[in-house]
């Protein structure tokens, strides 16, 4: 596979072949995460093991092992690591299901509807501290640095969601801050540290950063695109969640900068709450179809696409390149 994002005619892209040559690694990363989940409470890891356990593909640790393999990392503390990423992301889809009030996530019910908000707030505690033990382990302090900072950036990121939300006059540049820190953070932490661990020079380091950085703002931007498209068995969640929930992502952003008086009413309305019914999300679906807000959006994560894919070209050509860059592929071909 050539350095550059596109679709082969006939190949549907896929994470199989990043899934297949990490798939040792990730046995070992599995053993840790179900080893720290143990607790003497019953319901943490009932609770925990709920949503680690529910369908996801684990991207974000394996982006860790994949970026180990790369640059011919031969220990085992990015196991370690890589389980530390895990228990972030599955702490703050925790969190935000509770923030957001959310039914369903991977298709499932979500553990705050089925064990209340107070259980999974105080679980998604538990497995940040768990998380901190496993950085601790891991036993590279840059590696602590780099993953405890993106812990904040995080956090920082879902507050900024918070007051931004239902603001029709969110700008675009706010918008972009907000994923950078709420999903990008997490996936260019995740594939620095494998350089971190392995102790490679400085550029390699920024290449894996700027690789994940990327997919993760392309990742969002698919994500907020085909909330507008799909319907809850393709996305794992309600379609519309982010129009009910007051979001200004940027399908919205753009629909409304395009429309005329009427449609910046409705938009108005909506983004507020007045406009919530099932007829009126038919409408802002049809609304950001006719401005091509939609294609826009994924045109941007494309763009991004690009740049991740690009930032490998320092590395030499292998497997887990040609892996890394169709995980990339599949990232934005899921809108498709």
């Given at each position: ?21 990490v798939a040792?690694?990730?046995d ?21 093991g ?55 996530r ?11 908000n ?6 998604g505690d538990?497995?940040?501290?768990r ?31 918070l007051?931004?939300?239902r ?33 490679r ?29 799909s ?30 008086a009427?449609?910046?009413?409705f ?33 941007r ?12 070209a ?8 040609d ?14």
């Open positions: 596979m050539s350095a550059t994002l596109h679709r082969l005619p006939g190949h549907t892209p896929s994470l199989d072949p990043m899934i297949g040559l040792r690694d990730m070992h990363v599995n053993a840790v995460i179900v080893e720290r989940m143990r607790s003497d409470i019953p319901l943490i890891p009932e609770l925990a709920h949503l680690i356990a529910g369908g996801g593909k684990r991207m974000r640790p394996m982006l860790t092992l994949a970026g180990a393999q790369l640059v011919g990392y031969a220990g085992d503390r990015h196991h370690l690591l890589a389980a530390a990423v895990e228990f972030i992301h599955t702490a703050t889809l925790l969190h935000d299901d509770v923030v957001d009030g959310s039914d369903l991977r298709g499932k019910r979500t553990a705050n509807i089925i064990w209340g107070p259980a999974s707030v105080l679980v538990f497995l940040f501290s998380s901190f033990e496993l950085m601790v382990a891991g036993g590279h302090m840059r590696a602590l640095e780099i993953l405890s900072n993106a812990s904040a950036v995080i956090a920082e990121g879902e507050v900024n969601q007051t931004a939300a603001r029709v006059d969110l700008p675009e540049e706010r918008y972009l801050d907000i994923i950078h820190a709420k999903t990008a953070a997490l996936f260019a932490a995740a594939c620095r540290i494998a350089g971190i661990v392995a102790e020079p400085d550029a390699e380091e920024v290449a894996l950063d700027a690789y994940g950085r990327n997919l993760g703002i392309a990742f969002q931007l698919v994500d907020d695109a085909i909330d507008y498209t319907d809850a068995g393709t996305m794992g969640k309600d379609a519309g969640d982010d129009f009910r929930e007051g979001k200004m992502t940027l399908p919205v952003i753009l629909a409304y900068a395009r429309g005329g009427e449609d910046r009413t938009w108005r309305d909506a983004v507020e709450g007045r406009r919530t019914a099932d007829a009126d999300f038919a409408h802002a679906v049809d609304l950001v179809r006719r401005t091509r807000a939609v294609d826009d959006t994924l045109a994560a494309r763009h991004y696409g690009q740049r991740a894919v690009e930032a490998l320092i590395f030499p050509d292998s497997a887990i390149k892996a890394m860059i169709e995980a990339v592929d599949f990232a934005v071909a899921r809108a498709y």
